[in-house]
């Protein structure tokens, strides 16, 4: 009968113990680095599903509002041209809730368009005539509609500087949220 000596055993369990231990550490490893290697932003994880469904209409608009969203319309008007062109190519019948979305994104990528033409108009009147109040709050409404709060409450503030008392500034205050309540 052959004997085995007691000392054999553990060491095999400690090896054992050992290669669970890397395991774990390896899966750890792994998924910390997932995580910081998955789209952090809004915009990162919409073109990340525009790249797997290439020729869906509906990744498009949701890339083209999230763009819009986020003040860049020249790349919302291409996302918006794009999912045009899908729905209108796609073979299948798609369903009216995506007809509405793209009327819907449609409407808000040239609507965008058009604030940004009315903005560049009344910085020309602004600069003409610098303290022509009714000038900056019609700039401080239309910085409002694109999503920019900062420079909305900026321009209405030069406003408010120029004639406090009136209703129309103040009323323009609460809407662009300068007066919290």
Known sequence: MIFQPA???PTKIK??????????????FFLFLAGHLRPKGQIDQ?????????????????????LLANNQERLALNEYYQAEGFYHLSP???????????????KLVFQAKEIREEIDYW?????????YRDGLLNLSL????????????????KAFYLDPNNTRVKKIGTIIEVFKN
């Open 7 to 9: 000392r054999a055993l």
């Open 15 to 28: 090896s054992f113990r050992l290669k669970k231990e890397l395991w774990i550490l390896l899966f750890v």
């Open 46 to 66: 919409a073109r990340l599903a525009v790249g797997r469904w290439p020729c869906s209409p509906q990744k498009r608009l949701q890339l083209a509002e999230i």
């Open 92 to 106: 299948f019948a798609l369903p009216n809730k995506l007809k509405k979305k793209l009327l819907e994104t449609k």
């Open 123 to 131: 910085q020309k009147v602004n600069q003409a005539k610098p303290y």
């Open 142 to 157: 239309l910085y409002y509609q694109l999503w920019q709060d900062q420079l909305a409450q900026e321009v209405w503030q």
